[in-house]
């Protein structure tokens, strides 16, 4: 991995005006774009100076926006000028600046994400989102309003990447799963369509795809921990919901 020298003269300081609550509190099984799992959803508060009603004022006009963010998670571990997508199984290396990867040269993240409302609460600005791809706290540091005719080229060319990846997984839930699942009904009344979601895109390594797989897994979303195993290479069982 590529360290960078703190070259002073020629950084640049990004404030963030906003920090994300998301659904997702790991790595593991956040889609890997936007838009791929329509029921998540979370929030961005503003910080500091832009949490201001005028930053926002006709925002509410689109119903969408770009948020800018530092891939936080991720952003101590340096990068690498070829890296693997998984979307190429993950043993073909590509140019990073010819991926989405999360190890860039300077950690930012860009994604579309729906903007359902707005909140102003004395002086917090909260925007209410949904479909985002963000690990919970991610640090934003730009918001822009999404503009269809700029932003949206059906016919651009995507290479590797040029169809949407097709959810190729069943998901059941066992009976402790259903339990589980009423007992948490009030609280979160998406859950089992977040779990659907989440899992048919198969977070697991590119490696594993396609392959019998015993393994019992475990992802985090909320406050929850879900189990889940492949029954076979198409269906999965989520087993048990943990509060
Ligand atoms: N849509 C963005 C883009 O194109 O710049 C992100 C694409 S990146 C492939 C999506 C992955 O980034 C997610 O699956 C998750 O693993 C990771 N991720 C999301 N938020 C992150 C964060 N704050 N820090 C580190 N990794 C993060």
Redesign the pocket.
Request: proline share 12%.
């Given at each position: 991995m590529v360290k960078e020298s703190n070259n002073k003269s020629n950084s640049i300081t990004l404030n963030p005006i906003g920090i994300?609550s998301?659904p997702?509190k790991e790595?593991?099984a956040?889609?890997?774009?936007?838009g791929l799992v329509s029921t998540a959803k979370g929030t961005v508060r503003l910080l500091g100076a832009v949490s201001n009603i005028d930053s926002v004022r006709e925002l509410q006009q689109f119903s969408h926006i770009w948020l800018l963010?530092?891939?936080?998670?991720?952003?101590n571990q340096g990068w690498k000028p070829l890296v693997r997508p998984p979307r190429l199984g993950g043993n073909k290396k590509i140019g990073v600046l010819a991926?989405?990867?999360?190890f860039r040269p300077n950690?930012?993240?860009?994604?579309?994400v729906k903007l359902d409302e707005i909140e102003i609460c004395e002086q917090d600005v909260i925007l209410h989102i949904s479909g985002m791809?963000?690990?919970d706290?991610?640090?934003i540091v730009d918001i822009k309003p999404y503009v269809p005719y700029s932003d949206s080229l059906p016919n651009a060319c995507a290479g590797f990447a040029q169809t949407q990846p097709k959810p190729n997984l069943t998901v059941k839930f066992s009976e402790q799963a259903q339990q589980n699942l009423t007992k948490l009904e009030s609280e979160f009344p998406e859950l089992a369509l977040l779990i659907e979601q989440v899992l048919a895109q198969d977070p697991r390594p590119a490696y594993k795809q396609n392959k019998i797989d015993e393994k019992i897994y475990g992802m985090n979303l909320y406050n929850l921990n879900i189990q889940w195993k492949m029954l076979d290479i198409e269906n999965i069982e989520v087993i048990n919901i943990i509060d």
């Open positions: 994300v998301s997702y790595k593991f956040i889609p890997r774009q936007p963010f530092v891939f936080h998670g991720t952003q991926t989405r990867s999360t950690p930012i993240g860009m994604s579309v791809d963000l690990l706290e991610t640090p």
